[in-house]
C-alpha cells in the first residue's frame, strides 16, 4: 500500500513530536472548558431544583405558622371578678388559652343585657352568660345573633336570700317586701314565673334596682328586706351584710333551666367553627381545675383582680361545683329536650313568645358530646 507523504498523513507523520503535544494540550484545554462549562451546568440545575425544594418548604412552615397562629379575641365575664368567673383567668394563666390559639383580653361583665349589647356589638366574641336570660331575650326578638356553646351550670343558681333574723321564711313571705335585684339582671327577668309557680303575688313585691355588688350592703343597711342572686354568692352575702342568710332557690319552682353558659357571637361561629370548639374546649378544661384547686383558682383570679375576696370566690367555687356536670360527670352538656322543657316553662309564665325555637338561643353542633 503506497502512502501519500504529501497529503495530511504524512504532514502528521513529518512534523516534530512537541508539535504533536501542544496540540493534544490545547485540545485538552477545549474538553476541560467545555466538561467545565457543563458541570457547572449540571450543579446550577441540581442548586436551582435543592432552592426550589427549599421554597416550597419555607411555604409548607409559613402555612403551617399561619394555621397556628395566636389570635387575639375578647371574653366578657358574667358579673365582675368573683368566683364563678375565676375559670377564666385559670384558663389563662395555665396556658390553655394559648395552647388553643388564643391571647384573650377577659373583661369585666357588668349583667345579663350589658354583656348581649357588647356581644352584638361585636365588642367580643365570647362570654359568660345566664343561658334563660338569653332564651328570654330571644323570645322577646332581641339579641338574637349569640348562641350558647356549652353550659358552666346545669341548673339555674338564681336565688331569693333573707336574713334569718328576719320574718321572711318562705317565697309567700316576700308579699308586702322589698326585693333588691341586680337592674335587667336574670333575676328580675326571672322573677314574675318564679313568683307565679311559688304562690306569690307579684303585684304586692317591690322590686329595687340594686347593682349586684351592693345588695349586702343594702341588707345591711336595711334598704331591703331580702335580695336576688346567685345561690352561690351566699358567703358573699353574708359575709357582708354580717347575717346569716335563708336562701330560696328559683330552681325549687322553675326547674328544667340551665344556669351560665358558654357563649360565642353568629359572626365568630360562622367565620371559625374549629377556633370555638377550641375555645369551648379551654373554657371547660379551666372550669374543672377551678374546681378541683378552689383555692388555687381563688389566687389566681385576685394576682389580677386585687379588688376580689378570696374566702367568697372560694365559697362559690365550693358551692358551685355540684352544678357543673350532669348526672354522667359530663362539663358543658346542654340538652335540646331540657331546653324545650325550659322553653315550655318560659312561654307558661308569660315571658317569651310562643315561636322561640331551642336552634334560637343554642348551637348544638357545637356543645360537647357526651
Not at 384547686?293 to 365559697?315: F, L, N, T, Y
Not at 335540646?336 to 322561640?356: E, R, S
Request: net charge positive; aromatic share 6%.
Amino acid at each position: 500500500m503506497l502512502i501519500d507523504t504529501s497529503g495530511r498523513a504524512g504532514r502528521e507523520q513529518a512534523r516534530p513530536a512537541h508539535h504533536i503535544d501542544i496540540r493534544n494540550s490545547e485540545r485538552n484545554r477545549r474538553m476541560s472548558r467545555r466538561y467545565g462549562r457543563l458541570l457547572a451546568a449540571t450543579l446550577a440545575a441540581v442548586l436551582t431544583v435543592g432552592v426550589a425544594g427549599c421554597g416550597d418548604d419555607d411555604k409548607k412552615n409559613e402555612a403551617n405558622a399561619a394555621s397556628g397562629k395566636i389570635e387575639k379575641v375578647t371574653y366578657i365575664t358574667a358579673f365582675g371578678a368573683v368566683g364563678r368567673d375565676a375559670l377564666a383567668w385559670v384558663a389563662k394563666d395555665k396556658g390553655y388559652f394559648k395552647d388553643a390559639g388564643f391571647d384573650v383580653d377577659i373583661q369585666l361583665g357588668t349583667g345579663s343585657d350589658a354583656n348581649l349589647a357588647k356581644l352584638t356589638g361585636n365588642a367580643a366574641q365570647f362570654g359568660s352568660l345566664d343561658l334563660t336570660a338569653i332564651m328570654i331575650n330571644n323570645g322577646n326578638g332581641k339579641f338574637k345573633n349569640v348562641k350558647a356553646i356549652g353550659a358552666f351550670h346545669q341548673q339555674t343558681l338564681v336565688s331569693i336570700m333573707a336574713p334569718q333574723d328576719g320574718t321572711i321564711k318562705s317565697p309567700k313571705d316576700l308579699e308586702g317586701k322589698k326585693v333588691g335585684m341586680a337592674t335587667a339582671s336574670v333575676n328580675q327577668l326571672l322573677f314574675p314565673a318564679y313568683a307565679k309557680l311559688a304562690g306569690i303575688d307579684p303585684g304586692k313585691v317591690t322590686v329595687q334596682d340594686v347593682p349586684n355588688t351592693g345588695l349586702a350592703a343594702a341588707l345591711a343597711a336595711n334598704q331591703v328586706d331580702a335580695v336576688s342572686t346567685f345561690l352561690i354568692g351566699q358567703g358573699g352575702i353574708e359575709a357582708g351584710s354580717k347575717k346569716k342568710m335563708n336562701v330560696m332557690p328559683y330552681s325549687d319552682f322553675l326547674r328544667d333551666l340551665y344556669g351560665n353558659a358558654i357563649v360565642v357571637t353568629d359572626d365568630y361561629l360562622k367565620k371559625n367553627k374549629e377556633g370555638t370548639k377550641r375555645m369551648r374546649d379551654a373554657l371547660l378544661k379551666a372550669l374543672k381545675y377551678t374546681i378541683d384547686h378552689p383555692e388555687e383558682a381563688a389566687d389566681i383570679m385576685i394576682k389580677e383582680q386585687k379588688a376580689a375576696v378570696k374566702a367568697s370566690a372560694v365559697s362559690e367555687i365550693k358551692l358551685m361545683t355540684p352544678y357543673t356536670t350532669t348526672g354522667s360527670g359530663v362539663f358543658g352538656d346542654i340538652n335540646k329536650d331540657k331546653v324545650n322543657k325550659a322553653i315550655a316553662i318560659l312561654q307558661g309564665a308569660g315571658l317569651i313568645k310562643a315561636d322561640l325555637k331551642a336552634e334560637d338561643s343554642v348551637a348544638f353542633d357545637m356543645v360537647p358530646k357526651a
